[in-house]
């Protein structure tokens, strides 16, 4: 018992910096006002935190299936859920690292756009979180 809450607890540690993160990251580079001279720093750290978001998500279920041999039993609405901040979470780091690649290339106002995405993304998957823990 107090080695799996140790576990969990730990990846929660990950797993909720990750999401202050995400968002915050996305929203200091807009917020009060636009920020882009620090857009490539925050991008680099909002990279790593999705990066975090899915490896942490992907260990709550390998732990579950160490300690139990299976993953919990998800109602559809847990599951829809789930769906949608796996969605987010893919999406955020495909943008992230399209950005960092091919950011040189983009204008002022197309960088705003894809931090307001990541924002945007961000606020969804903390709204399907809090689903996923009281629908499971
Ligand atoms: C591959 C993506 C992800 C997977 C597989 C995943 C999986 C999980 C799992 C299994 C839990 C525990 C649920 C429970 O305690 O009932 C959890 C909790 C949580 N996740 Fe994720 N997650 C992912 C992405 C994200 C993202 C992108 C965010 C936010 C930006 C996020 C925010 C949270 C929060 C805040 C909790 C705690 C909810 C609570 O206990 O109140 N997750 N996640």
Do not use: C
């Not at 983009?106 to 979180?129: D, H, S």
């Amino acid at each position: 018992m107090g080695s799996e809450n140790l576990a969990y607890a730990l990846i929660q540690v990950v797993h909720n910096f990750g999401a202050a993160a995400v968002l915050g990251g996305a929203v200091f580079i807009l917020w009060p006002m636009p920020r882009l001279e620090f857009a490539h720093a925050f991008a680099r750290l909002i990279l790593l935190a999705w990066g975090a978001q899915i490896a942490s998500g992907i260990l709550f279920g390998l732990t579950s299936l160490y300690y139990y041999g299976e993953t919990p039993d998800l109602s559809k609405l847990a599951m829809a859920a789930l769906a949608i901040k796996v969605v987010a979470a893919i999406s955020g780091l495909l943008l992230t690292a399209g950005y960092l690649l091919r950011r040189r290339s983009w204008p002022r106002w197309q960088v705003k756009r894809i931090f307001q995405w990541l924002a945007a993304l961000a606020a969804i998957a903390l709204t399907a979180a809090a689903f996923l823990r009281w629908f499971s």
